[in-house]
């Protein structure tokens, strides 16, 4: 086994385990936290799918309070953050899972405002960006940056092209984050992407456009390659395709398709696999349990034996410990 210098960050780890100078595996994987099980109930449980086993598990940790529609985001290696969401009141809080212990706690810092269905990226090592979202007062447009270092938030002067919640988040860390789909007040369910250059915070929008305007979807990338979109629908139907966002060209293609679900997570393991997991049949109020993986070799999709131990939709995105990279 190549034995790592743990002094050196290098670019991309795609083993299952960050190089702590030991060579001493590490339990890296996916997590999903919050959403609507079957019914209406709201939920606080987080659940982690373990990337060298594919299992899932519950965390004894839990949200701050049980609610849907909160951004999911990581810098790998360190911790994930939930922010926001709506628990029957629209939420600023920020909840923080360290890794690999997996202990929460709450920020002081707070979002400026309350939202659900943002769009979350992240910048792995060092920030993470909030984008958009919702609350009574309509969808935001504003973008909010959540420096790892500190655990501050700032408003960074960018913002989204127009106002736009339930769309898909995904980054090319150390070069880029990216919005995609999502819903307007203006322009309804979207098509566009935009960009967010990580070095100047500066917001360009693409050429290139999604086939077709979805909201409810979620995103994934695998970091230095590609970011994807799976899941989403729009006013007349459930969208299936995954699409793929080259990062070296800036061009969108569909290399896959999904059952028809909208409203579900993402997540991945960079270098490897991308996970949708969880979500609902065109709206419906039934909570799936499934999780299907997209081996970026490939780009091909197959169905785990494992599944999420309760089904949740409204879960809109999730995050990874990959390890650092």
């Known amino acids: 086994m190549t034995r790592f210098d743990s002094r050196r960050r290098v670019s991309t780890y795609t083993s299952v385990w960050m190089p702590t100078g030991d060579e001493t595996p590490q339990p890296v994987g996916g997590y999903v936290g919050g959403g609507i099980a079957t019914g209406s109930t709201f939920l606080a449980s987080i659940e982690k799918l373990t990337f060298s086993s594919e299992a899932t598990s519950v965390l004894s940790a839990t949200l701050t309070s049980a609610r849907y529609d909160p951004s999911q985001l990581a810098n790998s290696g360190v911790a994930g953050y939930v922010a926001g ?71 960074i002067s960018a913002t989204l092209t127009s106002e736009n919640r339930r769309g898909a988040g995904f980054a090319n860390s150390g070069v880029a984050g990216y919005a995609a789909g999502g819903a307007s007040d203006s322009s309804g369910n979207l098509t566009r992407i935009d960009k967010l250059t990580f070095s100047s915070d500066t917001k360009s929008t693409l050429s290139a456009t999604l086939t077709s305007g979805r909201r409810n979807t979620t995103g994934f990338a695998n970091s230095g390659t590609a970011g994807y979109l799976g899941f989403g629908d729009n006013d007349s139907a459930t969208v299936t395709a995954v699409e793929k966002v080259t990062f070296s060209t800036d061009t969108v293609s569909s290399v896959a398709t999904l059952p028809e679900r909208n409203q579900g997570a993402g997540f991945a393991n960079t270098g490897t696999a991308g996970y949708f997991a969880g979500g609902s049949s065109d709206g419906g109020t039934t909570a799936q349990t499934e999780i299907r993986k997209l081996t970026f070799s490939s780009d091909s999709l197959s169905t785990l034996s494992a599944t999420l131990t309760t089904g949740r939709r409204n879960t809109i995105s999730g995050f990874a410990d990959c390890g650092v990279f």
């Open 85 to 155: 969401g709506y628990d029957g009141s629209y939420l600023s809080g920020i909840d923080k899972i360290t890794f690999p212990a997996d202990t929460k706690s709450t920020l002081s810092a707070t979002l400026p405002t309350a939202r659900f269905a943002a769009i979350p990226f992240a910048n792995s090592g060092t920030a993470g960006y909030v984008a958009g979202g919702g609350n009574s007062g309509g969808n935001l447009s504003a973008i909010v940056k959540l420096t790892f270092s500190s655990d501050a938030i700032s408003t």
